[in-house]
């Protein structure tokens, strides 16, 4: 399959942000989308979002649960075999809507939403490493050439994807045991798409609400795109959607792009449009 442009977007509550994606996508035309944080049941996002995105040539997966979580995948490659959640993942305390998988073309997609841990004493810090833990196996078990996970991994993987390490000393997110985690889904076989493309530069995707995180730049690389090396290979483009953060009303996240095959706007990045500042030593901190 040729020109296949792959986004992923935790959008942060899919109601609240309906204009928003719904323009989104007419401007960037991806093939295959996965959403986090929809924070919608199935029968919502259907009655919000179904003719619409039919009308857009859009195959809909929803794992929601409501007011919390909620995954999704959109395509326009087909889809099917579809899978909600992760086999075996544990609860907290019962299985949340946090991974869709459904084959998209040729490519095997999972768009996941990680637990956040919230504190490295918090028995949510646990829970993240022992989903993270089900997840590389469940990657491992697949055929790791055809797959791409997408979505938020509420991790950063190394310094670089923070803007200041010493604001994030103490935080979750940055810890050894979850980029310890992350790693060992990696080595089953998948890339980190954007860093391979951009291997000594910034791309963050996400920027608190508050204390101006954005406009200073003061962000976090926690939305990554994990691609089998095959896949990884038909790389054309990977950028962040940086444009889709500004304005009214946005998402705390950024789009992440990958495109495959064809790379319609150029190999542009790695974050579009760049910031106009530069990170400050300021601190942010996510709480999801």
Same mark, same amino acid.
């Given at each position: 399959?040729?020109?296949?442009?792959?986004?992923?977007?935790?959008?942060?509550?899919?109601?609240?942000?309906?204009?928003?994606?719904?323009?989104?996508?007419?401007?960037? @035309?991806?093939?295959?989308?996965?959403?986090?944080? =929809?924070?919608?049941?199935?029968? @919502?996002?259907?009655?919000?979002?179904?003719?619409?995105?039919?009308?857009?040539?859009?195959?809909?997966?929803?794992?929601?649960?409501?007011?919390?979580?909620?995954?999704?995948?959109?395509?326009?490659?087909?889809?099917?075999?579809?899978?909600?959640?992760?086999?075996?993942?544990?609860?907290?305390?019962?299985?949340?809507?946090?991974?869709?998988?459904?084959?998209?073309?040729?490519?095997?997609?999972?768009?996941?939403?990680?637990?956040?841990?919230?504190?490295?004493?918090?028995?949510?810090?646990?829970?993240?490493?022992?989903?993270?833990?089900?997840?590389?196996?469940?990657?491992?078990?697949?055929?790791?050439?055809?797959?791409?996970?997408?979505?938020?991994?509420?991790?950063?993987?190394?310094?670089?994807?923070?803007?200041?390490?010493?604001?994030?000393?103490?935080?979750?997110?940055?810890?050894?045991?979850?980029?310890?985690?992350?790693?060992?889904?990696?080595? =089953?076989?998948?890339?980190?798409?954007?860093?391979?493309?951009?291997?000594?530069?910034?791309?963050?995707?996400?920027?608190?609400?508050?204390?101006?995180?954005?406009?200073?730049?003061?962000?976090?690389?926690?939305?990554?795109?994990?691609?089998?090396?095959?896949?990884?290979?038909?790389?054309?483009?990977?950028?962040?959607?940086?444009?889709?953060?500004?304005?009214?009303?946005?998402?705390?996240?950024?789009?992440?792009?990958?495109?495959?095959?064809?790379?319609?706007?150029?190999?542009?990045?790695?974050?579009?449009?760049?910031?106009?500042?530069?990170?400050?030593?300021?601190?942010?901190?996510?709480?999801?």
């Amino acid at each position: 399959m040729g020109g296949v442009r792959v986004a992923t977007w935790n959008v942060n509550s899919a109601k609240a942000r309906e204009p928003r994606l719904l323009g989104w996508l007419d401007e960037r @035309a991806p093939d295959v989308v996965c959403l986090q944080e =929809t924070k919608l049941s199935d029968e @919502a996002f259907e009655e919000t979002f179904g003719a619409a995105l039919a009308e857009r040539g859009y195959e809909v997966a929803h794992h929601g649960e409501g007011r919390w979580n909620g995954v999704a995948l959109l395509s326009r490659v087909g889809l099917e075999d579809v899978v909600n959640g992760l086999p075996g993942a544990p609860g907290f305390p019962h299985q949340e809507a946090r991974a869709v998988s459904a084959t998209c073309g040729d490519l095997r997609v999972t768009s996941v939403y990680v637990p956040n841990g919230r504190d490295r004493e918090d028995p949510h810090y646990a829970y993240k490493l022992e989903w993270l833990g089900v997840l590389r196996d469940m990657v491992e078990a697949g055929d790791p050439s055809s797959t791409i996970v997408a979505g938020d991994f509420n991790i950063a993987p190394a310094d670089l994807d923070v803007y200041s390490v010493e604001a994030f000393a103490e935080s979750t997110h940055v810890t050894a045991p979850e980029r310890d985690a992350l790693a060992a889904i990696e080595k =089953t076989g998948l890339h980190d798409v954007i860093r391979d493309r951009w291997v000594d530069v910034p791309a963050f995707t996400y920027w608190d609400y508050r204390g101006g995180a954005f406009h200073q730049d003061r962000g976090m690389r926690i939305d990554l795109v994990l691609a089998g090396a095959p896949v990884a290979e038909r790389r054309a483009a990977a950028w962040v959607d940086r444009l889709a953060r500004k304005g009214t009303g946005p998402s705390d996240h950024a789009p992440v792009i990958v495109d495959l095959d064809t790379a319609p706007d150029g190999d542009i990045g790695p974050v579009v449009p760049p910031p106009s500042m530069g990170a400050n030593r300021g601190r942010s901190r996510k709480k999801a």
